[in-house]
């Protein structure tokens, strides 16, 4: 350090023989604020000469040659081009191509949508949606196929991206009404082909179409080719469909698992490919969109399940979604390496696991499979149970286990239940309900404190971000979600390039109309749900659903009354019975009110109108109306019967 310093000094005074003189001039440095320093004016006149001096002069800059301009302007030009690959499409083009979605825009599935032209029109996916709790008896909800029926003649097929039962449910209810053909992987069919057996249906297979991802189908005018997506079911597609006025991508439902089970990623080298050529418009799965990050491969699960079964000391029972068949897989492997023999419970776990192995996604032998009446054979250490049950479905095979209304399983203290499943969005109370019975019985619940005992199938936001970036679409239509989903979608959609005037937020029946110049709303078509109960796959008319809601909220008001002709008065009291509207100790007091109201309106009637039922017993509903409304604030279904004697 000493010889640095000396060194300094003597190259600073150009005097190496002398080191102890000063020197002249100290340097100067622009951020020195020493308080105690006394300012120098020559120093000051000589900066501020010096800055003059400057401003004179030519600055040092770097001189560009003409070819490292021109490399720069194409560097600026091809990185342009990269980033707007939809500049290839070609605006003189005047085709048009619509897009409306008849269900899964403003809801959480019943997904299903319709692409046309002038002359060919595709059906994307048709799915059913759960009821809430105000739609009394109903068990699923399908689609309004009405504007199906106004273009019948130019659908081409029906396209399914997928075998979750939102993207295929209502196939059976479509199938009762229109029948057009069916493109789909094989074990999406497969599975359609089983709702066709149970709706009287079978024939209906000979309209099956069979597809091989990474080919092009032609479909009408629409060529139609399926990219392999993963999602929470086996076999899921996106979409890539070459239209007359350019290439639609519809991701379906997916996320971006890199170590899926089953070893297949996602394509993306095919969302690369379609980015590359110019895409005009993305449909992409918003699900997730509020979820930052990534969603957790499929994966982790099973290894929280190697947790989970070496904590166990009795029997097993998982639930989960029985279309999961990677799920139940890991679930399956897990429990054949303990040693486990496996009972599948539950009709729609009992129908996919069936299929899945018969086309081979499962490998597990016949020797590993028991009955559920054949369980007490074995020590309770030696089971796993897999079931249905994991929305707390009250008829569904676990639901009853937790009431103890099961044939075959009995619960004990020592067995543990695992739910590898979240709550759909209206399911919370039934699944906060079945966890009550379940830690009644005395078993061990495993849910949500394993935070990997259940992962998503819908991609986070850095997974949307990622399609939106491979793409780079000219127009972008966020769709499946409610519309805070699609609404959080189209904002990353605007910080990934698309341009907000070039982003639609929909809900179902807007028909929007797509071209190389434009995007926009067109008109909206008749939508809605209709009611479907399960026990007997038969439709419940909207009209019955809203006498069950009104009677559920109003209550209900029967009046029976005799009324002499000859004197216009009552004949004995009348008989006044009320559900859902006073309680039982009111009742008499409420019965002597409507007999007043009977005497008023009896009292002030004309002679012609007694003659008249019909007239006699709309006075009567509408005075007992006004009355219950004014005292109760309540407006109940009233039912006069009257006779004249």
């Known amino acids: 350090m000493e010889n640095n310093k000396e060194n ?40 501020k000469n010096s800055n003059q001096k400057s401003r004179g002069k030519k600055s040092n800059v770097y001189n560009l040659s003409q070819e490292m301009k021109l490399a720069i302007l194409a ?94 449910g209502a196939m059976p209810y479509l199938f009762k009404k229109m029948k057009f053909p069916i493109y789909g992987t094989p074990i999406a069919l497969a599975m359609i082909e089983n709702k066709f057996n149970e709706h009287g249906l079978k024939d209906d297979s000979k309209y099956f179409n069979f597809v091989i991802k990474r080919e092009i189908y032609d479909i009408g005018s629409f060529k139609v080719e399926w990219i392999h997506a993963t ?23 997916f996320k971006i698992d890199h170590t899926p089970i089953d070893g297949y990623t996602m394509d993306l080298h095919r969302f690369a490919h379609y980015g590359d050529q110019g895409v005009l418009c993305l449909f992409s799965d918003s699900t997730n969109s509020h979820n930052p990050g990534f ?20 029997r097993i029972l998982m639930s989960t979604f029985s279309s999961n068949i990677h799920r139940i897989l890991q679930a399956m492997d897990r429990g054949v390496k303990a040693g486990r023999k496996i009972c599948v419970i539950g009709r729609s776990m009992e129908r996919n696991i069936e299929i899945s192995r018969k086309l081979g996604y499962i490998d597990i032998a016949d020797k590993n499979f028991v009955e559920a009446h054949e369980i007490n054979r074995y020590k309770d250490d030696e089971i796993l149970v897999i079931t249905t049950g994991s929305q707390g479905e009250t008829m569904a095979a676990l639901s009853r286990m937790a009431k103890d209304e099961h044939r075959h399983i009995k619960l004990k203290p020592n067995d543990t239940v ?30 949500k404190e394993f935070a990997d005992i259940h992962v998503s199938g ?68 008749k ?46 009291k009348p008989v006044v019975t009320s559900y859902g509207l006073v309680a039982d100790k009111e009742s008499k007091r409420f ?55």
């Open 458 to 525: 819908h991609a986070g936001q850095e997974e949307q971000k990622l399609i939106l970036r491979l793409v780079q679409p000219k127009f972008f239509l966020p769709v499946h979600g409610e519309y805070n989903h699609i609404a959080k979608h189209a904002k990353t959609g605007v910080s990934c390039g698309v341009p907000e005037r070039n982003i639609l937020l929909m809900s179902d029946g807007d028909q929007v109309e797509i071209t190389p110049k434009y995007l926009k709303k067109v008109k909206s078509i």
């Open 231 to 253: 999602h929470s079911i086996i076999d899921a597609c996106s979409l890539a469909v070459q239209t007359p006025a350019g290439t639609i991508m519809h991701t379906a439902d």
């Open 295 to 314: 969603t957790k491969s499929e994966a982790v699960v099973g290894r929280t399940f190697d947790e989970l079964f070496m904590l166990a000391k009795g």
């Open 591 to 645: 019965a002597k009110e409507i007999e007043n109201i009977l005497d008023l309106i009896l009292s002030n009637i004309q002679e012609e109108t007694l003659k008249n039922h019909s007239a006699v017993e709309n006075d009567i509903r509408v005075a007992v109306k006004k009355h219950v409304a004014r005292t109760k604030k309540r407006f109940p279904l009233i039912i006069p019967t009257i006779f004249i004697v």
């Open 418 to 447: 695992i739910i590898s499943a979240s709550a759909i969005p209206g399911n919370e109370g039934s699944v906060s309900r079945l966890m009550n019975l379940l830690m009644k019985a005395g078993v061990t619940v495993r849910y």
């Open 527 to 572: 939508t809605g749900k209709t009611y479907i109960d399960n026990q007997n796959n038969m439709t419940i008319e909207n009209d019955v659903v809203l006498s069950r809601q009104k009677l559920a909220s109003d209550g209900i008001i029967n009046i029976v009354a005799q009324i002499s002709q000859s004197d216009q008065k009552l004949v004995g």
């Open 8 to 47: 300094n000094v003597s190259n600073t005074n150009q005097n190496p023989q002398n080191t102890d003189v000063k020197p002249k001039r100290k340097p100067y440095f622009k951020n020195n604020n020493n308080p105690n320093k006394k300012p120098n004016p020559n120093q000051q006149n000589r900066n």
């Open 75 to 168: 560097g600026k030009k091809s990185q342009d081009a990269r980033m707007s690959p939809w500049r290839k499409i070609d605006v003189r083009n005047n085709a048009k191509i619509r897009f409306t979605p008849l269900g899964g825009l403003g809801e959480i599935g019943g997904n299903m949508a319709v692409l046309e032209t002038e002359d060919t029109a595709i059906i994307i996916d048709v799915g059913m949606s759960f009821p809430d709790e105000t739609m009394h008896g109903v068990d699923i909800l399908v689609p309004d196929f009405s504007y199906l029926a106004t273009i019948k003649d130019k659908i081409k097929a029906i396209v399914i991206t997928h075998a979750h039962e939102d993207h295929i």
